[in-house]
T-cell receptor, first 113, second 110 residues
Framework: DSGVTQTPKHLITATGQRVTLRCSPR?????VYWYQQSLDQGLQFLIQ???????AKGNILERFSAQQFPDLHSELNLSSLELGDSALYFC????????????FGSGTRLTVV | LAKTTQPISMDSYEGQEVNITCSHN???????ITWYQQFPSQGPRFIIQ???TKVTNEVASLFIPADRKSSTLSLPRVSLSDTAVYYC???????????FGAGTTVTVRA
């Protein structure tokens, strides 16, 4: 157990639908990062939050959004889902946004049918 | 972020030492070199990080030459459970956009 909790572990939904992925960071970590990993794209950085505020944005689609709540858990919202959004979505956390302190969760596998 | 180049795949046998070299010609003064390990359907796991010379922990060693344009991750006496993808990342400690490349798939055979 890495200390980063992601729910649900698996999600199957239809095209056009909206889903929410949840991440609870490791205790004490203020930064949360979201990544998408698909077979043909590798591990892609989506977005980072630090203590409730958006800190950095990567290759995140406009159909995707995220937020970090006062208790530091984060949610990634994916809407108007397409078949190509099927992937593993990972959340990672770190203290103070430092590079070497990233701890990843076990991911949510999203399948869009 | 400095671009990194590492082999796509490597094969080894149990008990051997595996060395994965990563090239990062454009590494900046403030950049650190970090390696992660990822098993199928699991999130990446931090292995080791260094700035220069040699760093060793209970899992691996990281060798960094003086010019820092490359680095080598050394896994001593690998076992079947070391079969995984290994990622080399280079960036400033405060760089938030941690970008993973394709990594090196290491396959350990009995």
């Amino acid at each position: 157990d890495s200390g980063v909790t992601q729910t649900p572990k698996h999600l199957i939904t239809a095209t056009g639908q909206r889903v929410t992925l949840r991440c609870s960071p490791r205790s004490g970590d203020l930064s949360v990062y979201w990544y998408q990993q698909s077979l043909d794209q590798g591990l892609q950085f989506l977005i980072q939050y630090y203590n409730g505020e958006e800190r950095a944005k990567g290759n995140i689609l406009e159909r995707f959004s995220a937020q970090q709540f006062p208790d530091l858990h984060s949610e990634l919202n994916l809407s108007s889902l397409e078949l190509g959004d099927s992937a593993l979505y990972f959340c990672a956390s770190s203290p103070l946004g430092q590079h070497h302190g990233y701890t990843f969760g076990s991911g949510t596998r999203l399948t869009v049918v | 972020l400095a671009k990194t180049t590492q082999p796509i795949s490597m094969d080894s046998y149990e008990g051997q030492e595996v060395n994965i070299t990563c090239s990062h010609n454009n590494i900046a003064t403030n950049d650190y070199i970090t390696w992660y390990q990822q098993f199928p359907s699991q999130g990446p796991r931090f292995i080791i990080q260094g700035y220069k010379t040699k760093v060793t922990n209970e899992v691996a060693s990281l060798f960094i030459p003086a010019d820092r344009k490359s680095s080598t991750l050394s896994l001593p006496r690998v076992s079947l459970s070391d079969t995984a993808v290994y990622y080399c990342l280079v960036g400033d400690k405060n760089d938030y956009k941690l970008s993973f490349g394709a990594g090196t798939t290491v396959t350990v055979r009995a």
